[in-house]
């Protein structure tokens, strides 16, 4: 791996350890996670990259009602 590949897995897994963090208050939407994850000096890409790291770690319960996904964790 090169060092951009480093650099943005490290960036994913902070990321996924800020939204963690985030779950364990309790369950949230996208738009919360994504708004937080900003807050925290992340990027807009980033947020949805650390909630699929969570969700291969089989982390996460998420579920869909219409167009709103709610997440929190398991």
């Known amino acids: 791996?090169?060092?951009?590949?480093?650099?943005?897995?490290?960036?994913?897994?902070?990321a996924a350890g800020v939204v963690y963090n985030e779950l364990i208050k309790g369950e949230c939407n996208l738009t919360q996670l994504k708004n937080h994850l900003v807050e925290n000096g992340f990027d807009a890409q980033t947020y949805i990259m650390s909630i699929g790291w969570l969700a291969r770690e089989d982390k996460l319960d998420l579920s869909r009602v219409g167009n709103k996904w709610s997440i929190k964790l398991k």
């Open 1 to 14: 791996m090169d060092e951009s590949t480093l650099n943005i897995n490290t960036q994913i897994g902070e």
